[in-house]
């Protein structure tokens, strides 16, 4: 408990950590600028095209800023540790630090993605109701609930990257062609590798858990609900293990 409290008392001192949180908050605020910009969208628009007006989901389209914020946090809580190497060597066996780490940074990815994921859902539908075909909470909270443990997921897979990586630069850049990257490449692939890449990649896997359709979007949607949840887990643990694996092979 007491390398865990050290780890806290690290985030908490460090000013860069509140920035990267509260960049990851404020995507509640581009939300609300993107409805407000849908508002006045739909009230130029003729009554016919008002009839066939509809929204994407904002909640699924602003998360990427949090995820990418809390990866951050993640990597740079290893990668930018001054005090690395007198945490190893007060704590030898090395595998309490990196899970204090993770443990630090996947709990402030749950609240961080509670807080923006059920934040933006409430505020926007709040705004679009009356104009554009709007769900409600009790058929979306199947898809909110691993949208926003999909932040948690990318802080500890950052925690892993910065181990594995030990570099800052390198580890963003993964993080980066993990969310923008790799599905624009796997949207270009012939079938079946387009469908195939996209039911695996992270903006898929909270409908295919829920089970919702995903024939909209660039992603597939092959994987079961429980294989969807497998490889939402295996995002943040294969990282972590081998994270943890390199570390009693080398210097941190």
């Not at 989901?57 to 001054?82: A, K, Y």
């Not at 709990?107 to 934040?119: C, E, I, N, P």
């Not at 387009?194 to 039911?199: M, N």
Request: glycine share 10%; aromatic share 6%; proline share 5%.
């Amino acid at each position: 408990m007491s390398v865990l409290a050290a780890e806290w008392l690290k985030v908490r001192s460090i000013r860069s950590s509140h920035l990267i949180v509260g960049i990851g908050l404020g995507s509640v605020l581009l939300a609300a600028g993107l409805a407000w910009m849908a508002i006045g969208m739909y009230e130029d628009a003729s009554p016919s095209m008002r009839r066939s007006a509809r929204i994407a989901e904002l909640e699924e389209v602003v998360v990427i800023v949090p995820q990418l914020c809390l990866g951050i946090l993640g990597l740079v809580s290893w990668t930018s540790d001054r005090v690395l190497q007198t945490s190893l060597t007060i704590v030898p066996r090395r595998w309490p630090v990196l899970m204090s780490k993770a443990a630090v940074a996947g709990g402030l990815g749950l609240v961080v993605g509670a807080v923006t994921v059920f934040g933006t859902f409430f505020l926007s539908r709040g705004m679009l109701a009356g104009r554009y075909p709007v769900s409600g909470f009790a058929e979306s909270w199947p898809i909110l609930v691993p949208t926003s443990i999909s932040v948690a997921v990318f802080a500890v897979l950052g925690v892993g990257l910065g181990v594995i990586m030990r570099s800052t630069a390198g580890a963003v850049a993964v993080l980066v062609g993990l969310v923008y990257v790799i599905p624009m490449i796997g949207g270009n692939l012939p079938e079946p590798w387009s469908e195939r890449l996209g039911s695996v990649m992270m903006g898929a896997l909270p409908r295919e858990i829920a089970g919702a359709s995903l024939a909209s979007s660039v992603y597939g949607e092959l994987l079961s609900p429980v294989a969807a949840a497998l490889v939402l887990a295996a995002y943040a643990l294969l990282p972590l293990l081998a994270g943890a694996w390199l570390l009693r092979r080398r210097d941190a």
